[in-house]
C-alpha cells in the first residue's frame, strides 16, 4: 500500500519498449490509428467526442472539437501500445501505469491554450481569473498538496466528527472514545473500531447523516472506536509491533474491561483490518478468546495481488525507504502524510489532481465544501519502521498468509487460528484493495465467514448509509472457490448493505441490558469529551 515516491508522467513507451511489442500486433495498431485518424481528418462534421473533461459548451467549436477528439484518439492508440508490449505482468503494469499518466497529464483541458473555457473565463472576467488562479496555486504550493475542497467549511468536533462520547483512555499511539448510548438498552457486549492509520478516524462519522458511528449506536451497540495519534518525530521508532501490542490488543483490554464481558465484537477497517487480524492472531497464540465476532471492510490479508499498488513496490523501493526511514543503519524518521496523500490522489489523477488544477489554477474558482474531500485531505504520517515492515512483509513478501513465518508481539503469526465467525465486506470498484484480493480473506480465516460485495469504491461504497437508498451489494451466503464463482451465483440487492451487517452482528451482541449512562470505569475515567485532541493534530504539528 502507499508508496508515496515519484508519480511523474515520463514517456512511458521509450524505443527499448516498443522493440518489446510484437512486430505484428505493432503494425495492426498503427493501421488501426491511420485509419481512424484519416476519418476523423476527413469527416470534422461527424466528430463525436464523449469525455467529461470536454463536456462544456465552449468544447462544442469544430477547432475545439478536433483537438479534443485528436487528443483521445493519440490516447487510445498509446495505450494500445502499452498493452501490447510483452514483458512480465509486473512490468506490464508498471508501462500501462506511466503511460496513463502521461496521457492523464497532456490532455488539452489542463492548458491555458487549449482548453476555450479557461479563454472564455480570462476574457469575461478580464483577467481576474488568472489572478485567482494564482492565488490559489501559491497557496496550495505552501500546503504541498492541491486543494480538493474548502477546508475552511470544516471543523472537527464542531460540523464533522459530532458524535457524542468521551475519550477513556489514552497512550502514546491512540485514544480510545467511547460512544453516548442513544437507545434505552444495548447488546452486552461492546463494539470496538479499529479505523486505519493512513487516515483520521472520522470518516466513519462525517456527518450525522452518513455516519457508520451514529449507525451502530442507534442500533444498540456500546460503539468504542480507535483514534489514532498522528505520528511526529518523537515516534520514528515506533514499529508494526507497537500497533499491534499497544494499539489494537491493549484498546480490546480496555474495551473489555470497561465493558465488563469475556469477550467484544471488533471491526477493523482497510490497514486497521490488517493490523486487527494479526492482533488476533497474537491473541489465539496465546490462547486469549477476547472476541466474539470479525469485521472487516475493504481489507487484505492475502497480498498476491494488490492491484495498482503493486506499481509502485520493489525490492529496490523497500530497500531505500528501510534506509532511510526504517531504522536500517540506524536511520529512522516519518512517511510523510503529504506524500502519501498525493500518492492516492495519482491513482486517480483526472478525478484527484487535474480536474483542480483546472479549476483551481486556470479558471480561477474556489473548490466547493465537501466532507469526505476535506477528511481525504486530512493526512498522517507514518512512522517509518512500522511503515517499512508493512510494505516489506505484506505487498512484498506476502508472509502474513504464511503459518508462522512472521513474528509479532513475541508470538509466531497464523491467520489460520481466527476462528471467530467474520463478517467481510469489499467494494467492487475498490482501485486500492481489489475486491477479488478481498475476498481470499474467506479462505485464509478458520471460522464461519460471510463475504459482501458493495458497489462504488474503496471509501464510497463503505460510506453508504441506508436513508439515501443508494447504490446496491451483492449477497451469496455460500462461499464459493473463487471470488467469480461467489459473485456468479449472488443475489444483487438495491440500497446499502449497512441493516444486512447490523442483522448478522445481532447474532454476537449477546442479551440485551440497561443502557450505561457512565464512561469509562474505576480504572479508566472519562478524560475529555469526542473526539479527543489526536484527531485535531495536523502534520504541520505532527513535525517530522
Known sequence: MFAGMNTGVAPSLAPHHMALIPPERLAEIQKEYFAEFSHLATNPEAVEVKDRRFSGKAWHSSWSKMIAATYLLN????LALAKAVDADEKTKTKILFTTEQMIDALSPSNFIATNPEVLENIISSQGQSIQNGIVNLLGDLKKGKVSQTDESAFEVGKNIA?????VVFRNDLFELIQYTPLTETVYERPYLMVPPCINKYYILDLQPDNSVVRYMVEQGHTVFLVSWKN???SMSKVTWDDYVGDGVIKAIEVVKDIGGTDQINVLGFCVGGTLTSTALAVLAARKKNYVASLTLLT????FSDS????????EGMVKLREGTIGGEGGQFGMMSGLDLGNTFSFLRPNDLVWNYVVENYLKGNSPPPFDLLYWNGDSTNLPGPMYCWYLRHTYLQNELIKPGKLTVCGEKVDLGK????????ASHDDHIVPWKSAYESTHVLKGKNRFVLGASGHIAGVINPPAKNKRHYFENNKLAKTADEWLAAAKDIKGSWWPNYATWLEE???????????FGNARYKKLEAAPG???KEKISTAAQ
Open 75 to 78: 490516447s487510445k492508440h498509446l
Open 162 to 166: 459530532t458524535t457524542s462520547g468521551q
Open 231 to 233: 505520528p511526529d518525530a
Open 299 to 302: 481489507t487484505l490479508l492475502d
Open 307 to 314: 492491484g495498482i499498488l503493486d506499481v509502485f513496490i520493489d
Open 418 to 425: 481466527i476462528t471467530v465467525p467474520a463478517y467481510i465486506y
Open 508 to 518: 454476537f451482541g449477546g442479551k440485551k441490558v440497561k443502557a450505561s449512562k457512565t
Open 533 to 535: 485532541k489526536y484527531v
